[in-house]
């Protein structure tokens, strides 16, 4: 079986749309931080990674968008999972809690929730949903916000269900690897891109997309972690990267950049 790396341990959601890419027989390959799926698969210690990167609720996951800049991985596919937190404890009362264990991105979607319903509880963050639910099922009067799988693997009770203050809350993983896709009935395209700094760079690197009539989906900046107060950006963009009108877009668009890298084009998801 092939071996695919994802954000663990087994329980989080990103160990559920593993399960939803890949229907058949793998190896799981659960990583610590989600840079470690990165480096799985850019060499060559996993045939593919599965990884957050962005949430309905609380937009782009940062850490996913900063690999991007630093590996030669691709962008084989795109699924979204819908996304709902369980309450987890080994204790029976929410009022016994004291301390509730969290993945920063849960916890930004519950906020609300947290407030409104534990404020009498300490937040502490940690590296993924399964660990919050790991070591509340260690500590007594804790929690963890978590998944429906992450109960059961850790046999921990049901506090509160639903705890997400947006209930339409999903977020979108892609598949990685080092492969390219052929062309399908219906992509999508993720390109990055650093402008150059003068006035309108920004503008001259879209224009193209609008007179070549190309749908962007999505447009996100991150902070150059070398150059103070200058900005890559992440674009997604309807359209296959052999599109004659895509070739003529990002063959204007390089024009206008310091440098331009496919990500990879990949089916839409549906």
Request: glycine content about 4%.
């Amino acid at each position: 079986p092939i071996k695919v790396a994802f954000l663990g341990p087994q329980g989080t959601f990103s160990h559920i749309a593993t399960k939803k890419f890949f229907n058949g027989a793998i190896t799981e390959f659960p990583q610590k931080t989600i840079p470690d799926v990165f480096r799985c698969v850019e060499n060559n210690t996993a045939e593919f990674g599965v990884v957050p990167i962005e949430n309905s609720t609380e937009g782009a996951v940062t850490f996913t968008l900063d690999e991007f800049f630093d590996t030669s991985v691709k962008i084989i596919a795109e699924k979204s999972v819908k996304i709902s937190y369980n309450l987890l404890s080994i204790e029976q009362n929410l009022q016994t809690v004291e301390k509730i264990y969290s993945h920063p991105q849960p916890w930004g979607q519950c906020k609300n929730w947290l407030k409104n319903n534990a404020p009498f509880a300490k937040v502490e963050l940690v590296d993924s949903t399964s660990k919050a639910a790991e070591l509340a099922a260690k500590n007594s009067n804790t929690a963890a916000i978590a998944s429906t799988i992450a109960g059961e693997i850790y046999d921990l009770h049901i506090l509160a269900d639903k705890l997400e203050d947006n209930q339409q809350n999903y977020t979108r993983f892609f598949l990685i690897g080092k492969s390219e896709n052929c062309k399908s009935a219906n992509d999508k395209t993720s390109i990055l891109c650093a402008v150059k700094d003068k006035p309108g760079a920004l503008l001259s690197i879209l224009k193209p997309f609008h007179d070549l009539s190309i749908n962007l989906t999505k447009i996100e900046s991150r902070p150059d972690k070398k150059t103070i107060w200058e900005y890559h950006f992440f674009i997604d963009f309807i359209g296959y990267k052999d599109d004659e009108d895509v070739k003529k877009a990002l063959a204007l668009v390089q024009k206008h950049t310091i440098f331009l890298k496919i990500l990879g084009s990949y089916p839409l998801n549906d």
